[in-house]
Each structure stands twice: as C-alpha cells, then as structure tokens.
C-alpha cells in the first residue's frame, strides 16, 4: 500500500504529458543537468518518473510512426533523447535509493518500478524501430554501425522477435525478475541491518586494534547508547563490512569470530527472519531466467549471457577458468598447510575453522612481513592518496583533476572537474565513506550522464559526462582524516579508473560512449589496470606521506607491502575461481525445476574449488547480490577474464620501463586514445588489439601473483 498520494493514480500519467501539469520547480525534471540535490524530495520521485515516462511514450510513438522514412543517424539520435531522459531521471532516483536510502523513497521507486519496466520492454521490441535498423546499409561512421549492431542485439534479447503468448510471458517474466531482484538486494540491507551483537568486557575485544575499537564503539553511538567510548565500550559488532572483515581478521576471542562468521554466511538466509529470507527468491530467479533464454532459443541462461560477452561462449569462460585453476588450486593448498603449521606453532591446537583462516592469515602476514594494516593507515589519508592519483592521471593521460564547488547529497561528498588542455571535458561527485544506515555497501562507478553531441547544451559542440564514485571506506573519527586501508586505496584507484573511462570517451554518440555499450566482461579492464599502479614503488611513495609528520612511507615498508601483494594469491585466485564456477553452473547446467538444490550445487562447486569446506549451513548464496540483485548472472567470471586483460594492458607498461617517464606518458597516451577512448564503438578485442598490438595473455597475471 501506497502512503504518497501522488501515486495513487495511473491517470497521472497522461495529465503529465502537457507541461503546465509538471512541477516546474521538480530538480528531478532537469534532465541532462547536474542536479540540485538539496532541492529534491522524495514526494517528486513518482511525479517526475511518470513525467518523465510520458514524455519518452509520446516521443517513441513519433518516432515510431515516420521510422520507415527516417535516415538511421536521426533514428538512432532521437532515440538517444528519449532513452536519455529516462535515464537521467530514473538513474538519479536509483542513485539516490543507492546512497541515501528511506522506506519512503523505496516505496517510490517500488510503485514506478513496474511503469518503467514496461517501458523498456516496449521500447526493446518495438518493431517499427527494429524493421529500421534492419534495414539500415552501408552505414560508414564506425560508432554508428556498432550502434545499429548492438541494439539489434539487444532487441533480440529483449523479445522482438517474440509474439502472442510467448511475448506476454516474457514480458511478465521480466516483470517479475525485476521485483525479485528488487526484493533480493532490500532483504539482503535489512538483514545486515538487522544483526547486531553489544561487546562490553575488554577481554572480548582482545586483539581489536584502535581503528576498529572507534568504529565499534562509534556504532553504538548510532544506536543510542551515546556514552561509548573507543576505550571503555561498549563496543557494537555489526554485519557492515568494515566491522565483520577487520573483526575475523584480529579479535583473538576464537568464539566471537564464529559467532560473526556464522552471522555472516547466514544472512538473509532460510534460518533467519523468514520475510528476509532469499533462498526461494534465488530459486525462481534461475528458473525464470532460464525460461526467458529459452524464450530466446537459448539453452540456457549462461548461453544468452554469453552472447552478449567478449569471451565467445559459455566453454571459453570455463577453460579460462579451468586453466587458472590448474595454477591456483595446488598454490592454494600449500597456502594452508603453511598456515595450519604457523597456527600450530603458535598454540593453536584444533584444525583451522573458517573463522580462523582469516585471523592466523593476518598473523602470519605479519610476521612474515613484519607490518599490519594498522602501520600503513597512518600513510594513506584520503587527501593525500586522492592527490596521487590525480598526479597519475595527469602523467599517464595528461588530463587535470581539480576540486570544485558543488553540493552533492550528503556533506562528505565532494566534486571534481576533469582538464583537457585547459578544457573542462567531465566531471565526478565523490562520495567516500561508508553510511551504514541508509548507504549501500561497496563501491562502484555510476553515470550521472554520459558523452553526447546531440545531447550538447546551446553553445557547446558536445555535452561532457559526469560520474558519481561511491565507496565505502572508514570514515573520519575524531578530528582525523579518513586513514584508509591498502584495500580501501585500491578500491579508490579501481572505481577512479571506471570512471576515467566514462570521462574521457572521445567518443559523441550515447550508446556506445564511456562504458556504455562495452561488453560485460571487458568493463574491468580500465579499473583493474588503475589498481596496478599501486604496485609500483615509485608511484606508491610519491603519496604515501604520513598524515601527521608528512613523513614519507619508509622504503623498507614499501618493498614488504608489495611484497605481501603476492601473498595467499592461489587462495584469491581460488575464490574466484569458486563464485565464478558456481555462478555458471547455477546457470548452465542446473535445474531450479529438478530434483537438485541450490546448496547442493553450491556444496559440488566447493568441492573441487575449494580447500575448506563451507559450512553445511552456508547460505552466501543469499547475499550474493552480484547475481541476485546485480548485472553479474552468468558473468562472474568477468572479473577474471578482464583481470588477463588489465595485468597485460600494465605489462605493456612494464616493458616501457616504469620508471622512464617519457615512455609511460607515450604508452599512457596510446591507452588513453584506445582502452579509453573508443568506449563502446568498437568491439574490446579490437580494441585491446590496436593498444596492445596483439591478442591478450595471461602471462602476465599469473607472473603479477607468482603463479606463473
Ligand atoms: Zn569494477
């Protein structure tokens, strides 16, 4: 039920169309513009999509009607105004439920959520639209061509070709799969929310460094016990990332990390609240997906996803993933038998459990590498860490990133202009601390707009596009900068390198400019490379300056850091390789309608890539948003397939000499005008072919872990 009168009516809609029944004053009205974020309220969010919407019905059925006659650059421009419209306005909206989230804004985008589905499965198998594109030839501009290409593409996966009964299924499905997913990632917040456990003897916070007794206590601050302190507690354990993974790895009490571990892997699971449950939610997402490829004429789902990868076929992925298992697996094992006789050497007398591997992991690290997170924190305050890599960027691809003013939607976020030879050519809001209380967790890289010259302002030859960087590290305590974690840099460095690909597009035709039209799994390539650089000496110590005494970060500390980036790589290597397979198994072979289940699946995936058993009671598959409430269905494996691309695309870095400037900003260039220019407009493999001069290898990735 609806508490906002505004949605009640469908009828709201049509009225909408003529402009003097739109709010003027509605920011989420300024399509194309950054918006005022202080001026928007959550009672314009169902007004302003149904706008919106209406506005997009009336121009698809203009457009529709003189298709036929249209030249294809104009059919392709014009649907890139409507489709632009929509998505502004409703990626804004998503945005904002992403990053600052209330039961009222939900229930918006819950009651518009189904009108814009629908739009899109109209606007996907519109026949006029599709007849056109067919019939489009000799089309000479490159980004054009590929424009054409994909959306033909994407009509067939979207059900043009479909009709009568089969249509209506399809488009039901596709109704429902977006509320599943909907529904998938909202019990998985509320769940994490949900748990929460009140430390208050010292002895259980044995072994808690500093950073995660202030966050602790910081949270039971939140809620309401406002005389908690860093030092006397009460200390509150939460399910927000950065409390579970700094808590596994460093509280000594055995008995505590299994009581988080277990809250964790159970999340959202069939043992917890049942509302919140998402085991049967992950069984009818699978079935209806599977209906939906065969629909297609796809066997199965992994086989429609794939068609739309870089990686030829469901079989490609796998011996990718079957020739880097091969490497990791026995690393892997090693990996633990160390651990198991540095935990035995240290009193541990019980074989490891899985909240263990974490805590005798770190200690080993330490001893090994004599340094922890902790000693590194102090080096790598935000300010100093976004100034390096704003040097970066200027020295690989010559663009300026500058701090500007401009209000985003909450006080910590920040704005920056991106440079070209004095231009201003894009733009990215920031948005750097985690906010467990109404932010996702993660981070990513989101389009507030993308690249377009039919799109360009009055004046301008081309309108620039602008980012939004989420993350999710610690925020500030006290009067201290953010002092970030060596994963929390990398993050930064990874969605950065996202984002410079959206920004520095050359390319001016939405579809296929930035990230928009590049395949899934060649869309980390930009990101991963960025994280590369951190592994490079010279480049970490050009930042890496002590936040009180600018000290610089010790040399020897730098040679043990990257040293220790290599360290338990076949078990990194290995837990990927685990979701990746189970992600394409669920997909491929399984049968939601057949007499297996979800966890059975699960258990037979972990059996071989795996070197701890889960426990029987493992239910990650319950928060793994990625599949369930992401784009990342039968595509999980992307993230290794683009890692072979990203460590070679550095590799070519390396052979230049990273230490010889000049070289670097020739090589930077080269990848600045391919990897982040062409964006969409030519397919990845060519692309990565005209930077690199030759397919991709993964050489380079297995020498980068010492795997090789
Ligand atoms: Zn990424």
Known sequence: ??????????????????????????????????????AIRVEQVVPAVRFTLARAEADLDALEAVADSLPIGEIVGRSEELEDRLGWTWGLVNHLNSVRTTDALRQAITDVQPEV??????????????????????????????????????MRHGGVGLTGDAKDQFNANQQQLAQLGMEFGNSLVDATK????????????????????????????????????????????????????????NADRRDLRELIYRAWIGRAGPEGDAKLDNSDRIARILTLRKAQAQLLGFDTFADYSLDAKMAPSVADALALLASLHTSSKPAAQRELAELTDFARSEGATDALALWDVGYWARRLREARYTYSDEDLKPYFPLPRVLEGVIALVHKLFGVEIREGDRTGWHP?????????DGQPIAGFFLDPYSRPADKRGGAWMNELRGRSSRLAPAGHAVRTPIAYLVC??????????????????????????????????????????GISGIEWDA????????????????????????????????????????AASTYRAGSAFLRQIYFARLD????????AAGGTSIWEVQRQVASENTVISPLPEDRFLCSFGHLFAGGYAAGYYSYKWAEVLSADAYAAFEEAGLDDDERIAEVGRRFRETVLA????????????RFRGREPSTDALLRHNNLG
């Open 194 to 249: 949900a748990w929460h456990h009140e430390l208050t003897k010292e002895d259980e916070m044995a072994g808690a460094p500093p950073s995660l007794r202030g966050l602790m206590a910081q949270s039971a601050q939140l809620a309401g016990n406002e005389a908690a302190t860093p030092e006397a507690g009460p200390w509150r354990l939460t399910l927000d990332p950065t409390c579970v993974m700094p808590f596994l790895e």
């Open 117 to 154: 589905v629908t739009f899109h499965s109209r606007l996907g198998q519109s026949e006029a639209l599709y007849r056109a594109y067919s019939n489009a030839e000799g089309i000479a501009d490159n980004a054009l061509a590929r424009t054409v290409e994909l959306a033909l593409r994407a």
């Open 678 to 689: 062409l964006g969409g407009s030519v397919p990845p493999m060519e692309v990565f072919k």
């Open 412 to 420: 910590d976020v920040r704005w920056f202009d991106v440079m070209s």
């Open 1 to 38: 039920m609806s508490t906002d009168p505004q949605s009640e009516s469908p009828a709201d809609a049509t009225n909408a169309v003529s402009p003097a029944a739109a709010d003027a004053g509605n920011p989420l009205l300024a399509w194309g513009e950054i918006p005022d974020f202080a």
């Open 472 to 513: 999710n590290q610690s925020a500030p305590v006290g009067d201290n900068p953010s002092l970030m974690t060596w994963n929390e840099v990398s993050t930064l460095f990874h969605e950065l390198g996202h984002g410079l690909q959206h920004m520095l597009t050359r390319v001016e035709l939405l579809p296929v400019a």
């Open 523 to 562: 869309v980390e390539l930009p990101s991963q490379f960025m994280e590369n650089w951190l592994r490079h000496p010279k480049t970490l110590a050009s930042f890496a300056k002590h936040y009180q005494t600018s000290e610089p970060i010790p040399a020897s500390l730098v040679e043990r850091v990257l």
């Open 584 to 591: 394409l198994e669920l997909h491929h072979a399984f049968d």
